[in-house]
């Protein structure tokens, strides 16, 4: 969210109870990036998150859900 955009600042906060509600897992980041390890933080998390969506679900190796 853009803290200086009161705009999107408000069109984002409407949208974060519907998507807390209806997420997996949620990831933050928080505070500034000061020294560029936002980005490199956000595409090892987005990695991370293509490899899981890649695994079995625990259906397909037999287990419960």
């Known amino acids: 969210i853009n803290r200086k955009d009161q705009e ?3 069109d984002q906060i409407q949208l ?7 997420a997996t897992r949620v990831l933050v980041w928080l505070g500034e990036d000061t020294n560029g390890e936002a980005e490199l933080a956000l595409n090892r998390i ?4 293509l490899a899981e969506d890649n695994l079995p679900s625990s259906r397909t190796r037999g287990g419960a859900q």
Not at 16 to 22: C, R
């Open 46 to 49: 987005r990695s991370i998150a």
């Open 8 to 10: 999107e600042k408000a």
């Open 16 to 22: 974060m109870g519907e998507i807390y509600n209806k």
